[in-house]
C-alpha cells in the first residue's frame, strides 16, 4: 500500500480512477499526450518545495543551488533542441508565456493582429474574452474557404491595421505555416512577429514541421502536448536582439535585449516563484526529446493523422482543409446530423474522448458547434500505428451514426478495451 493510500484514500481512489480512464479510452484531445514514468517522477519530486524567484546565479532566495542545476539543464537541453540563443522555461502555461510577450512587446491599446480563435486561433491571440482582447487592440485574419491561412489576406490586414505585433500559432489549425511569409509581411509593416507553437512544438523540435526560430522574434510553447512534458510553458528566441522599444536598463543606460524584456516579463512581471518541480520535469522531457526515437515519435505522430484524415474522408466525412500537416485533424460534421456538442458526449459515453470545435465560419455558439477536434499524439505515444487508427476511425464511425444506440455503445467500449489492452500504458498509479 502506498503512503497516501493509507493516508489519504480518497484521493488515492480518485487518481487510481483516472489510471483506468487513461488506460482504458481513446485519448483523441489534440491538446493531450502521456509523459513517461521518468517525467512524472521529476514533476512529483521535493523540488515542489522550493522558492527561486530569479534566475539561475541570479536568485532572491537562499538555497537555490541545486534548482539552478536542474534550470540551467532545462534551459541548455531547450536550446539544444530548438538551435535557439535564448530561452526561458519558467512559464506557468503556454497562457502565462503568452502573457509575458504581451507585457514586453505591447502597451495597453496597442494594436496586434493574429488567427481569429473562431478560425482555428487561441484565447490569448485576442480573443474578446481574454485579457489579450480586453486590454488590447486585437485584430484578426482567417482561413479561406479551403480552410487554409491566406497569406495576401494577412498582408492586406497587417497593412491595414499597422499592428506592433503579429502572431501565428493556433489550436485547431492543421496545417504547417509559411513562417516566411509572416516574417516578410511583418518586415513590411514594422511589426514584431511572434510565433505560439504549443500545438506543433514536438514535431518542429523533431524537424518534420517548418521550424519557426530563425523567422520569428519569439516563439511560446507549451511543454506538454506534441512535445510531450509536464504541464507548462516556454519561451524562446532564435537569435537575441536589441529591443526594438529602446527599453534601457536602469544603472547603466544600456538597451536591454529582448531576451531581457522577457525575462523580466516573467519575473516580477507575472509570475512569482518558478516551479521547479515542474522544470525538473520539463528538463527531463527534452532530454527525450533530444534522443533520435523521438523523430521516429513525431513522424509516427503525421503518419497516424494523415492516415485518419484520410479514413474519415473514405467514410464521406468533411475534414477541415481537406487534410493535416500535423497531429491534428478537425471535421465537420454538419453532414453528419449531429453537433460537435452530441458528438462529443455520445463518444464521452463510449470511453472516446474528444472535444467539440468550431469550425471555421462557424454558425453555432461554441458550447454546440460543428465540428470536433482529434489529435494523433496520445495514441501514438502508446504505440499506435496506421492500422489501428483506421479502426479508431471506424469505431468513431459507428457512434456517431447511431449516437444514442446502447448496444454499439456498449459494443464499441468492449473493442477499446481490446484495443487498449495491447497497448498498455501506466502499470502503476503513482510513479
Ligand atoms: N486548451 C488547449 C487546447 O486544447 O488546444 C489550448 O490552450
Excluded at 95 to 107: H, I, M, T
Excluded at 115 to 126: I, V
Excluded at 332 to 359: C, F, P, W, Y
Aim: glycine share 8%.
Amino acid at each position: 500500500m502506498t503512503h497516501l493510500e493509507s493516508q489519504d484514500p480518497l484521493v488515492y481512489q480518485t487518481i487510481a480512477h483516472e489510471v483506468e480512464r487513461q488506460n482504458f479510452g481513446l485519448e483523441l484531445i489534440a491538446s493531450e499526450n502521456f509523459v513517461s514514468k521518468s517525467v512524472l517522477q521529476a514533476q512529483g519530486s521535493i523540488f515542489t518545495n522550493k522558492y527561486a524567484e530569479g534566475l539561475p546565479g541570479r536568485r532572491y532566495y537562499g538555497g537555490c543551488e541545486f534548482a539552478d542545476t536542474v534550470e540551467e539543464l532545462a534551459r541548455q537541453r531547450a536550446r539544444d533542441l530548438f538551435q535557439c540563443d535564448w530561452v526561458n522555461v519558467q512559464p506557468h502555461s503556454g497562457a502565462s508565456a503568452n502573457a509575458a510577450v504581451y507585457l514586453s512587446c505591447l502597451k495597453p491599446g496597442d494594436s496586434f493582429l493574429g488567427l481569429d480563435l473562431a478560425h482555428g486561433g487561441h484565447l490569448t491571440h485576442g480573443s474578446p474574452v481574454n485579457f489579450s482582447g480586453i486590454w488590447f487592440n486585437a485584430n484578426y485574419y482567417g482561413v479561406d474557404t479551403d480552410g487554409r491561412i491566406n497569406m495576401d489576406q494577412v498582408r492586406e490586414k497587417a497593412i491595414k491595421v499597422k499592428p506592433k505585433l503579429i502572431s501565428i500559432g493556433a489550436s485547431s489549425y492543421s496545417r504547417d505555416f509559411d513562417y516566411q511569409a509572416f516574417r516578410s509581411i511583418a518586415d513590411e509593416v514594422g511589426s514584431l512577429l511572434w510565433m505560439d507553437m504549443a500545438h506543433p512544438a514536438g514535431l518542429i523540435a523533431a524537424k518534420v514541421l517548418n521550424d519557426p526560430l530563425p523567422y520569428a522574434h519569439i516563439v511560446t510553447t507549451t511543454t506538454h502536448k506534441t512535445l510531450r512534458g509536464p504541464r507548462g510553458g516556454m519561451i524562446l528566441i532564435g537569435r537575441d536582439f536589441e529591443n526594438p522599444f529602446g527599453k534601457v536598463a536602469p544603472k547603466s543606460g544600456r538597451v536591454r535585449k529582448m531576451s531581457e524584456l522577457l525575462d523580466s516579463a516573467v519575473f516580477p512581471g507575472m509570475q512569482g516563484g518558478p516551479l521547479v518541480h515542474v522544470i525538473a520535469a520539463k528538463a527531463v522531457a527534452f532530454n527525450e526529446a533530444l534522443q533520435p526515437e523521438f523523430v521516429n515519435y513525431a513522424l509516427q505522430v503525421q503518419k497516424n493523422s494523415a492516415i485518419m484524415a484520410r479514413s474519415f474522408m473514405d467514410q464521406g466525412y468533411d475534414v477541415v482543409s481537406g487534410g493535416t500537416d500535423n497531429h491534428l485533424v478537425l471535421l465537420d460534421l454538419r453532414n453528419k446530423n449531429i453537433t460537435g456538442k452530441d458528438a462529443e458526449i455520445a463518444l464521452q459515453s463510449a470511453h472516446i474522448t474528444v472535444n467539440k470545435n468550431m469550425i471555421p465560419f462557424e454558425e453555432r455558439s461554441p458550447f454546440v458547434t460543428s465540428g470536433i477536434r482529434l489529435g494523433t499524439a496520445a495514441l501514438t505515444t502508446r504505440g499506435f500505428k496506421e492500422t489501428d487508427i483506421q479502426d479508431v476511425v471506424h469505431l468513431i464511425d459507428r457512434v456517431i451514426l447511431a449516437p444514442s444506440d446502447e448496444s454499439v455503445r456498449n459494443q464499441v467500449k468492449k473493442d477499446i478495451h481490446a484495443l487498449c489492452e495491447t497497448y498498455p500504458l501506466y502499470d502503476f498509479v503513482l510513479a
